[in-house]
């Protein structure tokens, strides 16, 4: 399935039950939040009250995961800030992106790294160059893709954010 296009499209209010499934399940509720709180927080993104753009990843055609970028500086604000004070310690034209996989079966198979470069090379395409991601470091299915991707711990501030292992995105990997 990694081999075959992956296409990256705008999340629509059409989408919302989409992704209420798929927040439902076992390998999403273990590292994302409350389903209902988390889809609110889609549905203003997709409404404009969120600077976070949230897309679909699509592996020829079908939907298979969730993918958001954020910007750092659109995010030093509460409830945010509080959580994640190390958000002032990062440039502010730095963004942050999120990943999903749709199905459980697709864990540990590539396909999120590889979904993961080709987002991160459109992000590169339109500009950006400091790119974090922030795993939880409990989570080190997630904590091995997002390397093998090009992700590194962040020296500076390992054992400073929290709970979350901040790692930034090396083109040269």
Known sequence: ??????????????????????????????????????????????????????????????????????????????????????????????????????DSANLSRGIGSTVLRAFVALLRQRGQDFIIIDPDPANLRAVRAYAKAGFRPIPELEGRTGDCLLMRHHPED
Do not use: K
């Not at 209420?20 to 549905?43: F, M, S």
């Not at 949230?54 to 995961?65: M, R, T, V």
């Open 1 to 102: 399935m990694a081999e075959a296009p992956i296409t990256f499209r705008p999340v629509t209010l059409a989408d919302l039950p989409l992704l209420a499934d798929w927040l439902a399940r076992p390998h999403w509720r273990e590292w994302w939040g409350d389903a209902e709180t988390e889809l609110g927080y889609i549905r203003d993104m997709i409404e404009g009250r969120d600077t976070t753009e949230p897309f679909l990843f699509e592996i020829a055609g079908i939907p298979c995961g969730y993918i958001q970028m954020w910007r750092i500086a659109d995010n030093r604000v509460e409830p945010w800030l509080g959580n994640a004070p190390w958000i002032l310690d990062l440039p502010d034209h730095s963004v942050g992106v999120d990943l999903s996989l749709a």
